[in-house]
C-alpha cells in the first residue's frame, strides 16, 4: 500500500487526484461500530487519506473535511442499507455514477475478507470483482495515467 499511497500523492500534484489528510483510529473505530469491521487496506486508506478522489472515482471516507455528508462511508452505508437493497453486511466505499456500488463485506470471519465486490443497483446482486480495496484502487490508478497518457 506504501507504493500505492506514493502513487496517489503524485496524482494530486498533477492535479488528477485529491485527499484529506486521514482520520484518527478512534474515528476508525466508532465508524466499524456502527458498520462491521474494515479491511486492513481500508484502515491504511482512512489514516492515511480519510477520503479521496482519483480522476472522477470519489471514494467515501470520513471526517470533517468530506465535503458532503453523503460522501461519508458512514452515511452511504447506513442510506443504501435501509433505502437501496444493499445487505447488511456490506459496507460501501464508492458509487460508480451509474448506482451500482463497490463495497466489501464488514465481517472478518468469512472466507472473502477484504474482497471487493459491486452490489448492482437493479437487480440487487453482488457481483465479485476478484480484487482487494488495494487492487481496486491500482486499478482507478492505471485508468487515470492511461487516460492522461493518450
Do not use: K
Not at 473505530?29 to 474494515?38: H, M, R, V, Y
Not at 444493499?86 to 464488514?106: S, V
Amino acid at each position: 500500500m506504501d507504493d500505492l499511497v506514493m502513487e496517489i500523492m503524485t496524482l494530486a500534484q498533477r492535479g488528477e487526484a485529491e485527499m484529506g489528510s486521514g482520520v484518527s483510529e478512534q474515528e476508525i473505530s466508532e465508524a466499524e461500530s456502527l458498520l462491521g469491521s474494515f479491511p486492513p487496506d481500508f484502515h491504511v486508506y482512512l489514516r492515511t487519506f480519510a477520503w479521496m478522489s482519483i480522476g472522477s472515482s470519489e471514494f467515501f471516507g470520513l471526517g470533517p473535511d468530506v465535503e458532503y455528508p453523503s460522501m461519508l462511508v458512514t452515511q452511504a452505508t447506513l442510506h443504501e442499507r435501509a433505502d437501496g437493497g444493499l445487505p447488511l453486511d456490506m459496507i460501501t466505499f464508492l458509487n460508480n455514477g451509474a448506482g451500482d456500488l463497490a463495497c466489501f463485506r464488514g465481517h472478518p470471519d468469512t472466507d472473502d475478507v477484504g474482497a471487493v465486490y459491486w452490489f448492482l443497483h437493479e437487480t440487487r446482486e453482488l457481483e465479485a470483482t476478484g480484487r482487494t480495496f488495494t487492487e481496486f484502487v491500482r486499478e482507478c490508478i492505471d485508468w487515470v495515467l492511461d487516460e492522461s497518457n493518450s
